[in-house]
């Protein structure tokens, strides 16, 4: 049934969809966005997933349609795109490149070298500048994994990395890296802190031979090791340091919580084996147990079904370590939480798609979104991977 709703999906999907120069895009309220959070590059990634599972019909239409816009981009090189990995040049990379890899397509997997081979060249030229942001949503580290993902050479990706070492804050209990130093307060999640940039220089040290990195990185997860326990149990690390009134302590989401810090601990079980990474492995799992997701447990808590902060994330998680230990429960969970999100979907004339709520707005149920991060894209990405749980993940960060 989840394949049939993905399909669904990206029909609704392309009902939206914009004609523009080279192919199609999507809007990001008025304005077309390219980008990997919402734009183009999304719709890219999610029909990607969807392709590898052997999700068709509506799909390959977007997709294609999706993928001559980036190619056309990777081509012509435009003006008002940045170098943020979600919202610029690299993720349009990414996402070209992860297409390529799954349908074999040459002249994708060309742009998207194109598109790489611009942004090192760049980061090669640009002066050192110690304000930069670091995180992996808009900064350094994002560079770093689209830079690794696309084979880049040592000497810009050493250059990257050096420089987030040379940013680091020593805690007691080990780095962490400010978002940037206009932010005062130390998220230390995988989108915008110490979780993202460890991963991310701990991929460095794999692919170029730089043990010193991967220490860096060990360093930095015994120290969100030692953050997540919180009082009165569970495990997630802080949402905020120092917490802010009237924001939640912890978050479950990728973006925030153990959904997304659980990538870091599984890369360095793979590259420095230890029982203590299994364990923070295990912690993440159980706090996301003790979550209750995807109850609703009070006004503003687990109302989004996205990748970035909502249940889709989370689903797709668990079906990556369904693989890495064929443990069935796993897979059993990621069904239920499908379940709750196939009966939450919007049916339109055009298919499916689905609103997160803001309790906060009037009305509260948000516009439907086609993307990646927030919208369609990803939660019919996950929805098609869990109807064919052998599809091995399409980027092992997300």
Same mark, same amino acid.
């Given at each position: 049934m989840?394949?049939?709703?993905?399909?669904?999906?990206?029909?609704w999907?392309?009902?939206?969809?914009?004609?523009?120069? =080279?192919?199609?895009?999507?809007?990001?309220?008025?304005?077309?966005?390219?980008?990997?959070?919402? #734009?183009?590059?999304?719709?890219?990634?999610?029909? %990607?997933?969807?392709?590898a599972?052997?999700?068709?019909?509506?799909?390959?239409?977007v997709?294609?349609?999706?993928?001559?816009?980036?190619?056309?981009?990777?081509?012509?090189?435009? =003006?008002?795109? !940045?170098?943020?990995?979600?919202e610029?040049?690299?993720?349009?990379a990414?996402?070209?490149?992860?297409?390529?890899?799954?349908?074999g397509?040459?002249?994708?997997?060309?742009?998207?070298?194109?598109?790489?081979? #611009?942004?090192a060249?760049?980061?090669?030229?640009?002066?050192?500048?110690?304000?930069r942001?670091?995180?992996?949503?808009? #900064? !350094?580290?994002?560079?770093l994994?689209a830079?690794?993902? #696309?084979?880049?050479?040592?000497?810009?990706?050493?250059?990257?990395? &050096?420089?987030?070492?040379?940013?680091a804050?020593?805690?007691?209990?080990?780095?962490?890296?400010?978002?940037?130093?206009?932010?005062?307060?130390?998220? /230390?999640?995988?989108?915008?802190?110490? @979780?993202?940039?460890?991963?991310?220089?701990?991929?460095?040290?794999?692919?170029?031979?730089?043990? &010193?990195?991967?220490?860096?990185?060990?360093?930095?997860?015994?120290?969100?090791?030692?953050?997540?326990?919180?009082?009165?149990?569970?495990?997630?690390? $802080?949402?905020?340091?120092?917490?802010?009134? =009237?924001?939640?302590?912890?978050?479950?989401?990728?973006?925030?919580? /153990?959904?997304? %810090?659980?990538?870091?601990f599984?890369?360095? &079980?793979?590259?420095? /084996? !230890?029982?203590?990474?299994?364990?923070?492995?295990?912690?993440?799992?159980?706090?996301?147990?003790?979550g209750?997701?995807p109850?609703?447990?009070y006004?503003?808590?687990w109302?989004?079904?996205?990748?970035?902060?909502?249940?889709?994330?989370?689903?797709?998680?668990?079906i990556?370590?369904?693989? @890495? %230990?064929?443990?069935?429960?796993?897979?059993?969970?990621?069904?239920?939480?499908?379940? !709750?999100?196939?009966?939450?979907?919007?049916?339109t $004339?055009?298919?499916?798609?689905?609103?997160?709520?803001?309790?906060?707005?009037?009305? $509260?149920?948000? $516009?439907p979104?086609?993307?990646?991060?927030?919208?369609?894209?990803?939660?019919?990405?996950?929805? @098609?991977?869990?109807s064919?749980?052998?599809?091995?993940?399409?980027l092992?960060?997300?």
């Amino acid at each position: 049934m989840t394949g049939d709703v993905a399909g669904e999906a990206f029909a609704w999907i392309e009902s939206v969809a914009v004609a523009t120069d =080279g192919g199609l895009a999507w809007a990001d309220g008025s304005q077309l966005a390219d980008d990997l959070y919402v #734009g183009t590059a999304s719709v890219l990634l999610g029909c %990607t997933e969807a392709v590898a599972a052997g999700v068709d019909g509506a799909v390959l239409r977007v997709a294609h349609g999706a993928r001559d816009r980036l190619v056309h981009l990777a081509a012509t090189a435009p =003006g008002g795109l !940045d170098d943020g990995l979600f919202e610029g040049w690299p993720g349009i990379a990414v996402a070209l490149r992860a297409w390529a890899r799954v349908t074999g397509d040459d002249a994708a997997g060309k742009a998207a070298a194109t598109v790489t081979a #611009g942004i090192a060249e760049r980061m090669l030229r640009r002066a050192d500048d110690p304000a930069r942001c670091t995180d992996i949503i808009s #900064g !350094d580290a994002g560079v770093l994994v689209a830079l690794v993902d #696309g084979d880049a050479g040592p000497e810009v990706a050493g250059k990257l990395a &050096d420089g987030l070492v040379g940013l680091a804050q020593e805690w007691p209990e080990g780095p962490h890296w400010q978002m940037d130093p206009d932010y005062e307060n130390l998220m /230390p999640g995988f989108s915008h802190g110490t @979780a993202g940039v460890a991963y991310a220089l701990a991929g460095v040290g794999e692919t170029h031979g730089r043990t &010193d990195l991967i220490e860096i990185a060990v360093r930095a997860a015994d120290g969100l090791l030692a953050l997540g326990h919180q009082p009165g149990g569970g495990w997630s690390v $802080p949402l905020l340091i120092p917490p802010k009134p =009237g924001r939640p302590t912890v978050n479950f989401g990728w973006c925030h919580g /153990p959904t997304g %810090t659980i990538r870091l601990f599984a890369l360095l &079980d793979r590259l420095r /084996p !230890d029982p203590r990474w299994r364990a923070g492995i295990d912690a993440c799992l159980q706090g996301l147990r003790d979550g209750r997701i995807p109850e609703r447990l009070y006004p503003g808590y687990w109302d989004n079904v996205a990748r970035c902060c909502g249940t889709a994330g989370v689903g797709q998680v668990l079906i990556d370590r369904y693989q @890495a %230990t064929g443990d069935p429960e796993l897979l059993a969970w990621s069904q239920r939480l499908a379940d !709750d999100v196939v009966g939450r979907r919007l049916t339109t $004339p055009a298919g499916v798609t689905w609103s997160n709520f803001e309790h906060t707005a009037t009305p $509260p149920d948000l $516009p439907p979104e086609p993307g990646f991060m927030q919208g369609t894209a990803g939660v019919a990405g996950w929805l @098609a991977r869990l109807s064919a749980p052998a599809t091995p993940p399409v980027l092992p960060w997300l």
